[in-house]
């Protein structure tokens, strides 16, 4: 059973720095693709930052420049560090994990259940 717990989300104002993390059991967290999404009010989930398990990374262009991701196979940990934070970075962000069963099975994403971030003018 795959679990995720996210913390570190809060109030910070526009400018200001956050970072979140994501603590995972119960997957073999160095062999996965992780990666985190967030959700605005009235609006669909969206790819925020995602990591592979040999380290490539993706941003999405509004977070690019500005929110690093990265994650310590140690600890079975996932990081978001958001600099320079816009009030349309507000949102629930959500960790992902990403578990390939092969090639019948198939890939199954886990979520986290969220942590609130909350960027004020």
């Known amino acids: 059973q795959v679990n995720l717990v996210e913390s570190g989300g809060g109030l910070v104002q526009e400018g200001g720095s956050l970072k979140v993390s994501c603590a995972a059991s119960?997957?073999?967290?160095?062999?996965?693709?992780v990666g985190w999404h967030r959700q605005a009010p009235g609006q669909e989930r969206e790819m925020v930052a995602e990591?592979?398990?040999?380290?490539?990374?993706h941003y999405s262009d509004s977070v690019k420049g500005r929110f690093t991701i990265s994650r310590d196979n140690s600890k079975n940990t996932l990081y978001l560090e958001m600099n320079g934070l816009k009030t349309e970075d507000t949102g629930v962000y959500y960790c992902?994990?990403?578990?390939?069963?092969?090639?019948?099975?198939?890939?199954?994403?886990?979520w986290g259940q969220g942590t609130q971030v909350t960027v004020s003018s």
């Open positions: 990591v592979t398990s040999s380290g490539v990374t």
């Open positions: 992902l994990v990403r578990e390939d069963y092969g090639p019948v099975l198939g890939v199954f994403d886990f």
């Open positions: 119960g997957t073999i967290f160095e062999r996965n693709d």
